[in-house]
């Protein structure tokens, strides 16, 4: 342990005291119940600090084990977050059946394509096989966090507070590990350092965050919406496309036809 | 890694990260569906003045300013109007964005949502912001298309009409519902 710099150090000691803060929060104020995937992510971050903990005394800081032990525990870390990205996705919009059917389709595939598009183009190289691993699983939380924010902004679907701060702090740590992983990909040896930093202040910046959200009880819940009969839907959608296509139609025309000046 | 990619992937990288404010940002500042139920109640006001938009582009009009107050009372009359037109249109777009609000208002509340209606609705609605841009610039730089705004205003009156009638319809079957209900429990 001896062999890291300080700040880094430091600064995981500060996430994971932030992360005890947090968990024993959630747990006064049975917090666990409303969010159990998220919860198990913290604890497995808790678990990972432990295990990087003993790792690092054991082995040191750049052994072969302690490399390969490290970034198989941040492989069950970074899916514990994907999980937690799920259930946060679900309870925005998994009280509106019919946005939610659709929004997992779409955020699925645009994930998948995501997912695949990095781990193809990404290094096949054996030591960085594993960044570009757990730089498509940041791509694909990122994409999943911002795209169920979008649907939920064009179908003005209301986000409570603690739902959109946990959204916004899973979203803003896949982008910045995203864009670590990247550039440490690119310049391995030289941001060796730069990218520990980046890595621990980000999720120190996110656990404030999360505290933040988590500072209350619950006051109150979004009810549960009264679904429209199905055929409410089947009826309406498609004649107000109709519409809408005549009316582009009628636009397209003005814009074609030459106008003359009165 | 090759550098393209590197770029693309940095450059797709930011792009989420301001996609996420920018969707945060808009949905903390809209409201919610409950809120946004409060828009079926408000029918469009805007779509009712269509004659006097219509009398106030006659070309009789222009003629008549002409031949009474000479080519400068006539070209500031078609100005003014030029301007009435502007804000009309606008208007239209109102009435128009507010039906697209209530179709998505109706989409949130349905147990089913079809991919390719709201996907068709979502491109639809993106092709009618980039033409009314062109219709407007057009009016900008002089012309006054007045039959084609006569048929943007049809288009729009007729969705907001088409739309009142289904909430009286979906309002009425809440209440007999409500009614039900309420023998059933007695």
């Known amino acids: 342990m001896s062999q890291l710099p300080t700040l880094i150090l430091i600064t995981w000691g500060l996430a994971t005291a932030l992360t005890l803060f947090l968990l024993f929060r959630m747990l006064l104020l049975a917090r666990y119940r409303t969010y159990p995937l998220f919860t198990l992510y913290l604890i497995a971050n808790l678990l990972q600090t432990v295990v990087g903990i003993y790792l690092y005394q054991s082995y040191g800081f750049t052994t072969v084990n302690g490399y390969r032990i490290g970034w198989t525990t941040q492989a069950f870390v970074v899916v514990a977050r994907g999980f937690a990205a799920a259930e946060i996705c679900y309870r925005i919009l998994g009280r509106y059946k019919g946005v939610w059917a659709l929004a997992m389709r779409i955020l699925i595939a645009c994930g998948a394509i995501v997912l695949i598009s990095t781990v193809y183009f990404g290094t096949r190289n054996y030591r960085l096989a594993v960044i570009t691993l757990d730089m498509s699983l940041e791509a694909f939380i990122a994409t999943w966090i911002v795209g169920l924010l979008l649907f939920a902004r064009y179908y003005a679907v209301p986000v409570e507070p603690a739902n959109r701060m946990i959204s916004l702090g899973l979203g803003l740590l896949s982008c910045c590990k995203l864009l670590n992983d990247l550039v440490f990909e690119r310049h391995v040896q030289a941001y060796l350092g730069t990218w520990n930093y980046v890595s621990s202040a980000a999720f120190v910046c996110v656990l404030l965050l999360w505290n933040w959200a988590m500072r209350e009880p619950v006051t109150h819940t979004v009810r549960e919406p009264q679904l429209n009969p199905a055929q409410v839907y089947h009826s309406l959608i498609p004649q107000v496309n109709q519409r809408l296509l005549e009316l582009n139609q009628q636009l397209s025309q003005f814009w074609n036809t030459e106008s003359s000046k009165p | ?186």
């Open chain 2, 1 to 186: 890694m090759n550098s393209p990619f590197f770029f693309v992937a940095v450059v797709a990288g930011l792009g989420l990260a301001g996609l996420l404010f920018w969707a945060l940002r808009g949905a903390s500042q809209r409201e919610g569906h409950e809120h946004g139920l409060g828009a079926l109640d408000k029918a469009p006001r805007d779509l009712n003045n269509m004659p006097q938009i219509r009398q106030s582009m006659d070309p009789a009009d222009f003629e008549f300013a002409k031949a009474k107050g000479g080519r400068y009372l006539e070209n500031r009359l078609r100005r003014e109007r030029r301007n009435v037109a502007l804000l009309y249109l606008a208007a239209i777009r109102r009435d128009f964005e507010h039906s697209l609000r209530v179709a998505r208002v109706i989409a949130v509340l349905s147990p089913e949502v079809l991919g390719s209606h709201e996907y068709e609705r979502i491109r639809l609605a993106m092709i009618f912001r980039w033409r009314f841009q062109m219709t407007k610039a057009r009016l900008l730089i002089g012309i006054i298309p007045q039959p084609q705004l006569l048929t943007v205003w049809q288009m729009a009156a007729s969705i907001a009409m088409q739309m009142e009638e289904t909430m009286a319809k979906l309002g009425e079957r809440a209440a007999l519902a409500a009614e039900l209900a309420l023998q059933s429990e007695q």
